[in-house]
């Protein structure tokens, strides 16, 4: 069972309140939920179009249709209508909105504000009456949204809460009359799910791998990262601040990381634009720092409430010079949570920058989690730190001779805290030997250089073996593969679910995580056997085929590529494999129905 809601307005409408309660009501029920809201970038006006998918089995995304659509103005409705299927349901205030033609089988339930509600003020009546009516027609007991109102308007005393109930009575009883239900009934499992966006998912992470100072320039969509960080602050033990810009944001992280402390900065791809020469300066100076940049449409400004993964090749070239850092994109919402504390692992002892490569849909979207999931109680490695827990590393007493940048097989050097006894050091952006002392200041010594630089990108070897290699999910033997990165991997999936049922093409999907290193022998080595392979991406020129190819020399067969500002819907994926397999074209761009 599953059904998909569809909530459309104008911002200022309060349309976030009912999908919020959708939300609670069924995650309560143990059913698994994947929401997004498509919006603009202004205070009042302009079309959001917020979607829930609600399924007794995990949802991958928020799929194709709508089967029930509340719409809360004009816009939504001229803009939506024509796309419900038969089977579906419209409800609407028909004191202000006229429907139009729907297709054959679609049901309109208009309902009068001032007729069920004739003494409420306020336009968000509409709201609560559309809201009970949805319930009604899901099979959902009144009792629920009693409870969920009386804790809504608890702070607004009990006349708000009577006002409230009353009006959702009247919107309930009236569906129970005049509309039709839903055959199927909203199933209730036996577990409870918990229910968070992407962005409180990475600060969560955070706060598990036990980062201690936090810093940012508020940028969407990557905002909803310092509000978690920022609530929950005091309570963690957490020092967080808000810089006046990116360059500030990142340099302030990369001293407190200096001081020992676990740091991390996110911004979005513009801020990140302003902090690359300073992930070059820890590079150089061997601080570990974690940075994410939850990706937007660009370039500039570019659309600032839309998605897109349009950042891997800034990232991969971020700062002048080679150095190394770790870059992973994390699949889905659980995984911004894991992939965190693993990073900060990484990047302790490899003593280099971590960049996470999110993006609008990961962040700003939610979905359902088993709250199992989220174990704070994650292994915490800080490498070969010498002060911290008392430790003055090697066995050594620390007085003379110290060598904060040592020659070592492995390319990571003993760090220091500063501060440690007997451990005095230099740490600067410049060159230098492996005392710390600038080359610059003397002949500048060609072997030197050549040796410090070979010794910091040595480090990336021994990174490989403990990250996880891409698996192949799905059959062995397929038609076709599906590569994709980062967030496209539930959206992937679904596909390969339609594709097999309804067109009888079989396919697997090779998703990529780790991008820097890159597992380069693990993925060829599955590509090889593929038949066809097909590369999806959320950007224009195919960033990730670009890097791929540059790095393995493959060539993919065909490439299904989405730049509107929107995520990929699973058609989109159906619609571009059937079209490559059928040699129609080598580039698929599909084109986003819904007018959003």
């Known amino acids: ?124 009546v509409q709201n609560t009456i559309a809201l009970a009516a949805a319930l009604q027609l899901i099979g959902v007991e009144f009792q629920i949204l009693e409870e969920i109102l009386t804790f809504q308007f608890r702070k607004k005393g009990q006349a708000a809460i ?53 810093c940012a320039y508020p940028m969407s969509p990557s905002t909803g990262v310092l509000h978690w960080m920022a609530r929950h602050a005091q309570q963690l033990g957490i020092m967080v601040r808000q810089v006046e810009d990116e360059l500030g944001v990142i340099n302030m992280a990369i001293g407190a990381a200096h001081t020992g402390c676990r740091a991390m900065c996110a911004t979005s791809g513009g801020g990140f634009a302003l902090m690359t020469e300073a992930l070059g300066a820890a590079a150089m100076m061997e601080v570990p720092v974690v940075c994410i940049d939850v990706q937007r449409a660009g370039p500039a400004t570019g659309v600032p409430t839309k998605t897109e993964q349009g950042d891997l090749w800034q990232v991969l070239g971020a700062g002048q010079g080679d150095y190394p850092r770790i870059i992973v994109a994390p699949t889905t919402i659980s995984d911004c949570f894991k992939t965190v504390p693993e990073l900060f692992n990484l990047v302790d002892r490899f003593q280099c920058p971590g960049i996470v490569l999110s993006d609008l849909l990961l962040s700003e979207g939610r979905s359902s989690i088993d709250p199992d999931e989220l174990n704070f109680d994650v292994a915490i490695e800080r490498g070969e730190l010498i002060g911290a827990n008392g430790t003055n590393g ?54 030197k250089r050549q040796a410090m630089h070979e010794k910091r990108m040595r480090k990336m070897e021994g990174v490989l073996p403990l990250i996880a290699p891409p698996r192949l999910f799905g059959p062995d033997e397929a038609d076709v593969t599906l590569v994709g ?112």
């Open 394 to 447: 090697h066995g050594a007493d620390g007085l003379n001779g110290y060598k904060r940048y040592e020659f070592t097989d492995s390319g990571v050097s003993p760090r220091a805290l500063p501060g440690t006894p007997g451990y005095v050091h230099v740490v600067a952006t410049d060159e230098h030997d492996d005392e710390g002392g600038l080359i610059s200041d003397e002949f500048t010594n060609p072997h």
């Open 162 to 214: 009577d006002e409230n109930i009353g009006v959702a009575r009247a919107g309930y009883d009236y569906a129970e009359s005049h509309f039709t239900p839903f055959p199927a009934r909203l199933p209730r499992q036996e577990k409870p799910l918990a229910f968070l966006d992407g962005n409180s998912a990475l600060a969560m992470g955070a706060a598990a791998a036990g980062v201690r100072f936090y």
């Open 485 to 596: 990165w980062g967030s496209t991997q539930g959206v992937i999936r679904e596909a390969m679910e339609q594709l097999q049922l309804e067109h009888g093409i079989v396919a697997n999907n090779l998703q990529i995580k780790w991008l820097v290193p890159l597992h380069v022998d693990a993925i060829l080595e599955q590509l090889s056997r593929a038949k066809r392979v097909i590369i999806v991406e959320n950007n224009y020129s195919g960033q990730f085929a670009r890097y791929l190819r540059s790095e393995t020399s493959f060539v993919a067969d065909g490439h299904i590529r989405k730049y509107d500002g929107e995520p990929f819907m699973p058609h989109h994926i159906v619609d571009g494999v059937k079209a490559v397999l059928a040699r129609e074209t080598t580039r698929y761009v599909p084109r986003h129905e819904i007018l959003v």
């Open 1 to 124: 069972m599953q059904l998909a809601i569809g909530i459309g307005g104008a911002a200022g409408q309060g349309i976030a309140t009912p999908g919020d309660m959708l939300a609670r009501i069924f995650v309560r029920r143990g059913l698994h939920l994947k929401t997004y809201s498509a919006y603009q970038s202004i205070v009042r006006g302009g079309h959001i179009l917020l979607t829930l998918r609600a399924s007794d089995r995990p949802v991958l995304s928020t799929g194709d249709i709508l089967d029930l659509l509340i719409t809360f103005n004009q816009d939504t409705m001229d803009r939506h209508l024509h796309l419900m299927r038969a089977g579906s349901v419209v409800l609407f205030n028909a004191d202000k909105i006229q429907p139009g033609s729907p297709a054959d089988g679609v049901q309109l339930c208009p309902f009068s504000v001032k007729e069920l509600a004739p003494s409420a003020r306020g336009d968000l």
